[in-house]
């Protein structure tokens, strides 16, 4: 056979096998050319479709694996998510993260057993990120987008409670996630035309298909200029194809047989392809960014960063090799580094990296220790810049890399304490870092108090039922530690006389913000074991108890009128706390603070609303129960209790701009700080009740009395109105149901709506001693259920036998006979007692009800005769001071508004008579 004759059964070949392909791919409908079915030029089939066929043919068939189908539905969910998370479309990222945990959830099994892949951990946290950005300006979305921003937040902390040890992972080196997040799509080692045959027949899109196609019509282009110009006329094609026979003997089943080596060189072709692809998406990411930036006019210089997370300082050279590093030399590049804070191109990240190698260099050389403190502050200074946003918390990776520095900063200081000078009181110029006595123009004190502050904001940005903010408050510990060592330093520079009284006020200060609201467990195992007779005089303080008064002492006897008013207020919630209820009560009130709170910051104004309720609550504890109502009234009576003491914003009747919610979110307690806000409504309107029901059983029938609580009589108004009133499930329905049957003088009633297991539960065993809490609350309900049944009943009795009432109301007859004194010496009623007979003896001075209502009748006709007479009055005056008329017009005039006033005084007579 000759050589014409072999092509052209190879050529045949490859048009028999390129229909078949074009049928399997296309559904069977073979691809013609548009002049019809000819042979020729115009009827031939495409030589494109020839060529891609052809390919394929060389090349072994490569399917996907179920990972790579998987993850791949994931990643392009995760693309159309980030391309709507660039433009805010809050609603259509929510459809995404919904789609995309349903996705995932489908594909768990495959993913549990490949484990979760980097790019969804990435995905996932960038989303929470987004969603707490985008709700600080919520408030400028539409209603539509904020209502799907809180639904998107909802959903994202609760699913990523369960990534929290990647999240936390990713968080801390988003480096080690920022891997290939698409698998590469399979892909032969002959070309990129095969691959994109079996991405359609594997069911994935079109788009590397057409690439492909695109691809090999530029090779063709490259080999023939006329691209139009039909198959057969192709001689170069029809050379390479007869000459790649010929190179196996005339065999064509060795060519597509498997050879040693083969497998090596098809993977060097893929991963060649592989990097040309990547390289083509690097450049033409690389050119839509540069237009962009054309299109806005950005500055070229600048670099986008993510915002993921603390990216990892490159390793920067300060010096370069071989230069002799000296003092002098660290000092000035130690200046450069200085003077880039603050700028706008400054990398915060590298200017963190390029101190901490500055640090590492003065240990190295030896520069000593004045020179590493000084680049310790500048760290310190550098981390607190990284994060410029009053509003937004710092990262916990900074924050912990911020108390290691400070731990760091204390241990020089208080090794060569002697050798050093640090404060505000050294001049920038007058610095000495070479040699000691060191100088060093800084103030630690100041950087504890940021420290401080920022350790508030955490707390404040964190959820406060979630694990995040149990690790963040494990930190506390660790701040402590840091403030008792800056108290002990400049304790230690006072007795030098190198401190003034003003910094070690600040400092003690900020030892008292962390002190005044813990409980001293010492104080309270010493109480319990000598069975809780202690009172305030026989106590023994202890240790926590004589530093706070130390400290305030020390603060009282300074002319900072906000520092002392501070200090009182912190010191009366630490005595209130620990029962010391007159020391408290006392220290408030020769303060005269109420005089004049009003005009004080509102920290301050939070703080002493703080120190009144804690104040109450001690006296409630003590049995005070009028001196508890009068510190709670003003809290409870505005209703926004929550609000005044700084645990929560309720929603205001005003619109607020995001610049004072933002104001009212920094003036939020952390929770652990928070006060019971239920505990505290129960011992007002116990205390309430205690004191109104007996002044309501003694006013009765009197009109003007004035009421104690409106607030509690409000509470009693709202339950009778309801039709019906079941059994009582509330902490408030029990208040009510116990005072319904107090006024009629059912004490064992009244005690069990108040002390029972489920008031127990919420209230009571909340209490430090709540045994002798319930015992003192079962007393005053005795003897407030006996006054009220004297009120209610005394005008019935002749005489009173007190060993009944003592009976009837199981009190000491002892007990008994001190209430009964008390009333009779207040006049509140008219009785005597006989001692030799132990009787109350009534005076019968008390009108009946008959009486009293006749009284009331009395009074309300001399009230309306007085009205009748002044209406007279000033009808007769007009009617003289008028004088005769001049003009008939003007007097009909007159006439008609007279009659009008006439019929208007009438009704008003009538409305009153009726009345």
Not at 183 to 193: E, F, I, L, V
Not at 331 to 359: F, H, S
Request: glycine share 6%; aromatic share 6%; with cysteine.
């Amino acid at each position: 056979m000759s050589k014409f004759f072999a092509m052209e059964d190879s050529t045949s070949e490859s048009e028999s096998e390129d229909s078949r392909d074009s049928d399997s791919d296309f559904g069977g409908g073979a691809r013609f050319e548009k002049g019809g079915r000819g042979q020729g030029k115009a009827g031939g089939y495409r030589a494109e479709d020839s060529e891609e066929s052809g390919s394929e043919d060389e090349e072994k068939r490569v399917v996907k694996s179920q990972k790579e189908k998987k993850f791949g539905e994931l990643t392009s969910i995760v693309k159309n998510l980030r391309n709507h998370k660039k433009i805010n479309d809050v609603s259509n990222v929510l459809t995404d993260f919904e789609e995309l945990v349903k996705k995932f959830e489908k594909s768990k099994k495959v993913i549990e057993a490949e484990g979760v892949p980097n790019f969804y951990i990435k995905c996932i946290a960038e989303l929470e990120d987004f969603t707490n950005e985008a709700w600080e300006g919520r408030k400028k979305m539409s209603k539509m987008a904020a209502k799907s921003l809180t639904t998107l937040r909802q959903k994202i902390r609760k699913y990523n409670r369960d990534f929290e040890e990647k999240i936390t992972a990713f968080r801390a080196n988003p480096e080690e996630f920022d891997e290939e997040e698409e698998p590469p799509a399979p892909q032969s080692a002959g070309g990129g035309d095969a691959g994109a045959d079996r991405d359609l027949e594997d069911g994935a899109d079109g788009g590397g298909f057409l690439a492909a196609k695109q691809a090999g019509g530029r090779r063709r282009g490259s080999q023939s200029d006329d691209s139009d110009e039909d198959w057969g006329g192709d001689s170069d094609e029809s050379s390479s194809s007869s000459s790649s026979d010929e190179d196996y003997g005339g065999n064509l089943a060795a060519k597509f047989l498997k050879r040693p080596g083969k497998e090596e060189e098809r993977a060097a072709k893929k991963k060649a392809k592989q990097d040309e692809k990547d390289r083509r998406k690097r450049d033409e990411a690389h050119r839509r960014e540069e237009r962009r930036r054309e299109e806005e006019g950005e500055d070229k210089d600048w670099e986008k960063v993510d915002r993921g997370g603390l990216a990892k300082a490159q390793k920067v050279r300060l010096f370069e090799k071989g230069q002799e590093i000296s003092f002098a030399a660290a000092v000035k590049k130690l200046e450069e580094i200085r003077k880039g804070r603050g700028k706008r191109g400054t990398d915060k990240t590298e200017q963190i990296g390029t101190l901490q190698e500055m640090e590492k260099i003065v240990l190295e050389n030896g520069f000593g220790p004045g020179l590493q403190i000084k680049v310790i502050f500048d760290i310190v200074s550098a981390i607190f810049d990284y994060n410029p946003s009053i509003a937004v918390s710092m990262r916990a990776e900074l924050w912990l890399q911020l108390l290691d520095n400070l731990d760091r900063l204390f241990d020089l200081l208080e090794r060569h304490s002697s050798d050093i000078v640090i404060g505000a009181s050294v001049p920038d110029d007058g610095e000495m870092l070479e040699s000691a006595p060191y100088m060093i123009a800084e103030c630690p004190l100041t950087q504890l108090e940021r420290m401080d502050s920022e350790y508030t904001k955490i707390l404040q940005n964190s959820d406060a039922h979630s694990t995040v903010y149990v690790e963040r408050l494990q930190d506390e510990r660790r701040v402590c530690s840091l403030i008792d060592r800056l108290v002990a330093y400049m304790e230690a520079k006072r007795d030098k006389q190198a401190c003034s009284d003003i910094d070690l006020g600040r400092a003690y200060s900020l030892r008292i913000q962390h002190l005044y609201y813990k409980f001293d467990q010492d104080w309270a195992k010493r109480v319990l074991q000598s069975g809780g007779l202690l009172n305030a005089a026989d106590v023994t303080e202890s240790q926590s108890m004589r530093e706070m008064n130390r400290m305030c002492q020390l603060i009282y006897q300074g002319n900072q009128q906000r520092e002392r008013t501070r200090a009182i207020l912190y010191h009366t919630y630490f005595l209130a706390l620990h029962d010391q209820w007159f020391r408290a009560r006392d220290l408030m009130l020769m303060s005269s603070l109420q005089q004049h709170i009003e005009h004080s910051d509102i920290a301050t104004q939070i703080l002493y609303n703080r120190a009144m309720v804690q104040l109450g609550l001690c006296a409630f504890r003590k049995g005070q129960l009028k001196d508890a109502h009068m510190a709670l009234v003003d809290i409870q009576s505005s209703g926004r209790a929550k609000e005044l003491l700084a645990q929560g914003v309720i929603p205001a009747r005003f619109e607020r701009t995001p610049e004072q919610e933002k104001l009212e979110k920094r003036r939020q307690m952390p929770y652990h700080m928070h006060i019971n806000l239920e505990l505290l409504e129960c011992v007002y309107l116990v205390s309430a009740m205690l004191l109104e029901i007996p002044s309501i059983a003694a006013h009765e029938n009197d009109q003007r009395r004035r009421m104690i609580s409106k607030n509690f009589h409000h509470v009693l108004k709202i339950n009778e109105r309801n039709t019906v009133n079941g059994p009582p499930e509330s902490m408030r329905e029990h208040v009510v149901a116990a005072a319904k049957a107090m006024r009629q003088g059912k004490w064992q009633e009244t005690r069990a709506y108040i002390i029972n297991d489920k008031m127990n539960a919420k209230v009571w065993n909340l209490f430090f001693q709540s045994e002798n809490v319930k015992t003192m609350l079962e007393s005053k309900i005795k003897e407030e259920a006996m006054r009220t049944y004297l009120f209610t009943f005394s005008s019935i009795y002749d005489t009173l036998s007190m060993s009944c009432l003592a009976e009837q109301f199981e009190l000491e007859l002892s007990q008994v006979h001190s209430v009964v004194s008390r009333m009779i010496l207040h006049d509140e009623i008219s009785a005597s007692l006989d001692e030799p007979t132990r009787c109350i003896v009534m005076h019968k001075t008390e009108p009946t009800r008959l009486q009293q209502l006749s009284l009331q009748l009395t009074e309300r006709l001399s009230s309306l005769v007085d009205m009748n007479e002044k209406i007279a009055e000033a009808k007769n005056i007009s009617i003289t001071s008028s004088g005769p008329r001049q003009f008939q017009g003007q007097q009909q005039a007159n006439r008609g508004q007279y009659a009008d006033r006439r019929q208007v005084r009438f009704q008003g007579q009538r409305g009153e008579r009726s009345y």
